[in-house]
């Protein structure tokens, strides 16, 4: 599964090809969603892409569709807040520690700080139904904005990034800073410790 998973990441990175057919099926999922805390219900119309934006990577800017709720949204449409970003897959064994250990240190974070601090999980497995991965979610109690990546949101990412993005085992993060600061691609595992002082070192500008 994971070789298959890797196979067609390679083939999808590839300039001008598209995406592969997204399975018809589709489960009901009904649970609170994590992006109720964090995405305007009544966002509207999407405002004219400002100056500040212009200047971000195409990642931050491209629309990703929140597998809960369905609401559509960037990742810049978060900007203020310190953002830790995960590239993962649903059947990597490694992202779901990675996963777990985001979850506790940002649950040991200073209530301020951990206002401040929004985790996200996007993955890579294009042809995923949004509905699978919120199922996901909801059954590890992730308390994570989701959201699968397309073809070019992926590729957009790797160009950016690099490769890794696209490698879940590696445990490919990235934060991004109140100021809109990218950091670069992290990978390899670390503590719960070790992230909740990433993100309150980042999140205090430190």
């Given at each position: 599964m994971r070789l298959l998973h890797l196979i067609i990441l390679s083939v999808l990175l590839m300039p001008g090809l598209g995406v592969l057919p997204i399975p018809a099926h589709a489960r009901q999922v009904n649970a609170e969603c994590a992006s109720d805390r964090w995405?305007?219900?009544?966002?509207?119309?999407?405002?004219a892409v400002s100056?500040?934006?212009?200047?971000?990577?195409?990642?931050?800017?491209?629309?990703?569709?929140?597998?809960?709720s369905g609401t559509s949204f960037t990742l810049a449409d978060l900007s203020g807040k310190t953002l830790y970003i995960e590239q993962m897959a649903t059947w990597c064994v490694n992202c779901h520690g990675q996963l777990t250990r985001a979850k506790e240190a940002a649950a040991a974070l200073p209530p301020d700080v951990q206002e401040g601090v929004v985790l996200?999980?996007?993955?890579?497995?294009?042809?995923?139904?949004?509905?699978?991965?919120?199922?996901?979610?909801?059954?590890?109690?992730?308390?994570?904005?989701?959201?699968?990546?397309?073809?070019?949101?992926?590729?957009?990412?790797?160009?950016?990034?690099?490769?890794?993005?696209?490698?879940p085992p590696?445990?490919?993060?990235?934060?991004?800073?109140?100021?809109?600061a990218i950091?670069?691609?992290?990978?390899?595992?670390?503590?719960?410790?070790e992230l909740a002082a990433l993100f309150e070192g980042v999140h205090n500008g430190s």
């Open positions: 995405l305007a219900a009544d966002s509207g119309t999407p405002s100056s500040a934006e212009a200047s971000l990577p195409a990642w931050m800017t491209m629309p990703l569709t929140d597998a809960c996200i999980l996007l993955s890579s497995e294009v042809d995923l139904p949004r509905e699978d991965l919120a199922n996901y979610v909801q059954k590890n109690d992730f308390p994570y904005l989701s959201a699968v990546m397309s073809a070019d949101y992926l590729r957009a990412m790797a160009d950016d990034l690099g490769r890794e993005v696209a490698v590696a445990m490919p993060f990235v934060i991004v800073a109140p100021d809109g950091s670069d691609l992290h990978t390899g595992g670390k503590s719960s410790d």
